[in-house]
């Protein structure tokens, strides 16, 4: 699908660490990450929860659930992708004009998110008709 992309961090351990647990990092250099303006965090709903139901028009974003699972539903205007998150090395790019909905499979699951623009209410297309419209040009 257009503007979606899947990308896998590489697992740091340290075998000779004291500590148990990973490390990944997610650096500038790996995706033009310079641009970015903005992080948040979606967090403290419960399991069912369904957010986003809205589509960008021109943000980019990277979407990581840093704790527990989170489906990400997606559409382009003409295919549907499915992913659940549930692993903080897992980077889920969605750039302009994908329909996204959120839905929480785990309570308190954390989303968070880095986007390249600060925010702005008018990039955002919230009435699905209007998107379909856009995307096939009625
Ligand atoms: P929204 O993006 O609609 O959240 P979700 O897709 O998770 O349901 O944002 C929810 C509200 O928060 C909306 O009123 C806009 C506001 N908001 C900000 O003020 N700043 C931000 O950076 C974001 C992402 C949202």
């Known amino acids: 699908m257009r503007n ?3 990308i896998k ?3 740091k351990f340290d075998k000779d660490s004291l500590f148990d647990g990973s490390l990944v990092s997610f650096q500038v250099s790996d995706r033009k990450l310079d641009c970015f303006k903005r992080i948040y ?3 403290g709903a419960k399991k069912n ?3 986003g139901n809205h589509s960008h028009k021109h943000l980019n974003q990277f979407l990581i659930c840093i704790y527990g699972a989170i489906k990400i539903k997606l559409f382009d205007g003409y295919e549907h992708q499915e992913f659940t ?3 903080s090395n897992i980077v ?3 750039g302009p004009m994908i329909w996204r909905t959120m839905e929480w499979i785990e309570d308190d699951s954390v989303l968070l998110v880095i986007a390249s623009e600060e925010f702005d209410e008018s990039d955002y297309i919230r009435n699905y008709d209007v ?3 856009i995307i096939h040009n009625d």
């Open 131 to 133: 998107f379909l419209r």
């Open 9 to 11: 961090l590489e697992e």
């Open 41 to 43: 965090s979606i967090y």
């Open 49 to 51: 929860t369904i957010r």
């Open 4 to 6: 979606v992309e899947v």
């Open 92 to 94: 889920l790019y969605v």
């Open 85 to 87: 998150l549930n692993k």
